[in-house]
């Protein structure tokens, strides 16, 4: 089976802005969401929020379920990834056995 990683809305957004050449300060001005939150969310740094994604689709003319959706997809689609290839992923320090002693 394979796996299919779907996109960072980020990643979206980012062909949205080229698509329609809008610049990400304009879009920043037009939408009220500060212009760093989207520089993050476009180099997948951040998660997409409901309220960003409800501001896009208001924006962009589309469904606020359509951003919304982009970012479960991605989020499944790491989690199906991660359990199916455990050893190709990172580990998580936190999440491993703790030492016998501290100190």
């Known amino acids: 089976m394979k796996t299919v990683i779907h996109?960072?809305?980020?990643?979206v957004l980012r062909?949205?802005?080229?698509?329609?050449?809008?610049?990400?300060?304009d879009l920043a001005d037009?939408?009220?969401i500060p212009e760093d939150a989207i520089r993050k969310l476009?180099?997948?740094?951040?998660?997409?929020?409901?309220k960003m994604a409800e501001k896009f689709a208001r924006f962009f003319g589309d469904k606020f379920?359509?951003?919304?959706?982009?970012?479960?997809?991605f989020e499944l689609s790491h989690v199906i990834y991660e359990s199916s290839y455990p050893n190709q992923c990172k580990k998580d320090p936190?999440?491993?056995p703790l030492?016998?002693?501290f100190g």
């Open 7 to 11: 996109p960072h809305p980020g990643k």
């Open 15 to 25: 062909e949205r802005l080229i698509e329609t050449r809008i610049l990400i300060f």
């Open 30 to 32: 037009r939408t009220n």
């Open 42 to 50: 476009i180099n997948g740094e951040i998660a997409l929020t409901p």
């Open 65 to 73: 379920e359509s951003w919304i959706k982009a970012q479960i997809n």
């Open 94 to 96: 936190m999440s491993g």
């Open 99 to 101: 030492p016998d002693k």
